[in-house]
């Protein structure tokens, strides 16, 4: 029989997350999915999933959640003070819940969302193909909408992988004694320095806004979502106004609007879009400014497109090396 639970706080917004919706954006579907991607596919593979199984993506203040049965979970990205019936527990372990066990979130120590993965992964609805939540109009996940008290879910059947490592923690909320290496965890800071390519606008900047960009420090605004993060503090500007066509945008892109003020395209982020592209956002990096909060301070860095691939091949094939290691674990 599947896990059921039930959500007994909502926490701040919390919605049900995957990898997103692929092969839709030609019809102004965003792509949506989990913000910090690298946390998602971690906490899977703690509890023996695919990569892309639908977690419970929560941010800033996390739920509280209660088990009906005996349920291996993993917590990772951001740290927001996870514990099982009151006694602590750490992020990026398989742990095993007691049945009726409760795991509940306190204050955002650092980072500000947290990925909570479930064996099974969570069993609601395919829609364009993703089983992610998008809020702003209202599909996919729990009913189109943050998850609230009372709402009771259902885990998908546990993989044979998942059922090997829940038999090797007993049933009283154990925390698996291995975790997954420090060199896939993100290195969250409420200080990052992030990788950007140059964007195809990038070359319309001034003087001055050129320098500005690899050199000063940006802080996100409290006006800022899942659709995209406003960087404030210092403002660019072009040579001269450009008109341009809409074109195709994605979560990473960095397009400057009229004001000056740099905006960071975001999961939720629209298809297209008519401002200036300054630049990209190096795959491997989005996690870092998926954990920033408002007030937080990025920094960028260039990087070429070349690099960029080899960065996220690298991270790729340690993934992958991971995976296998927890198979072979048991």
């Given amino acids: 029989m599947n896990t059921t639970f039930r959500i007994v706080t909502g926490g701040l917004q919390t919605t049900i997350q995957d990898l997103g919706r ?14 910090d991607r690298a946390a998602l596919r971690i906490a899977n593979l703690l ?9 419970i993506e929560a941010a800033l203040i996390g739920p ?11 917590v990772a990205g951001g740290d927001l003070e996870p514990s099982v019936n009151g006694a602590p527990v750490p992020s990026w372990h398989p742990i095993m819940i007691p049945r009726g066990g409760t795991l509940r979130f306190g204050r955002a120590r650092f980072g500000c969302r947290a990925y ?3 064996a099974g ?3 609601v609805p395919m829609v ?3 089983r992610s939540t998008y809020l702003r109009a209202e599909f996919g996940g729990f009913e189109g909408r943050a998850l609230r008290s009372g709402d009771l879910l259902q885990a998908g059947a546990p993989s044979a992988l998942s059922a090997r490592l829940a038999a090797s923690l007993p049933d009283h909320g154990a925390v698996a004694r291995w975790s997954i290496g420090g060199t896939l965890r993100p290195r969250y800071s409420d200080d990052i320095i992030v990788r950007l390519i140059p964007g195809a606008h990038a070359g319309a900047l001034n003087d001055v806004s050129r320098e500005r960009l690899f050199d000063a420090t940006f802080h996100v605004s409290s006006n800022s979502d899942r659709m995209g993060y406003r960087l404030e503090g210092v403002e660019l500007a072009l040579d001269e106004p450009i008109e341009l066509l809409s074109e195709g945008v994605v979560f990473g892109t960095v397009q400057l609007p009229p004001s000056g003020v740099p905006i960071v395209l975001m999961a939720d ?5 008519g401002y200036p592209r300054i630049g990209e ?7 870092l400014m998926a954990q920033l909060k408002p007030g937080d301070r990025v920094r960028f860095r260039p990087i070429s497109v070349q690099d960029a691939q080899k960065e996220y091949f690298n991270h790729e094939r340690e993934l992958t090396q991971a995976r296998y290691a927890i198979a072979l674990r048991r």
């Fill in 22 to 35: 692929v092969g839709h954006q030609s019809a102004g579907v965003p792509g949506g999915g989990a913000m």
């Fill in 128 to 130: 364009f193909g993703s």
């Fill in 281 to 287: 956002v190096a795959t491997v990096d989005l996690p």
């Fill in 116 to 118: 909570i993965a479930i």
């Fill in 121 to 123: 992964g969570i069993d």
């Fill in 269 to 273: 982020g629209q298809t297209t879009g």
């Fill in 47 to 55: 509890v023996g999933n695919d990569d892309g199984a639908a977690a």
């Fill in 64 to 74: 509280a959640i209660t088990f009906d049965g005996a349920t291996l979970v993993a």
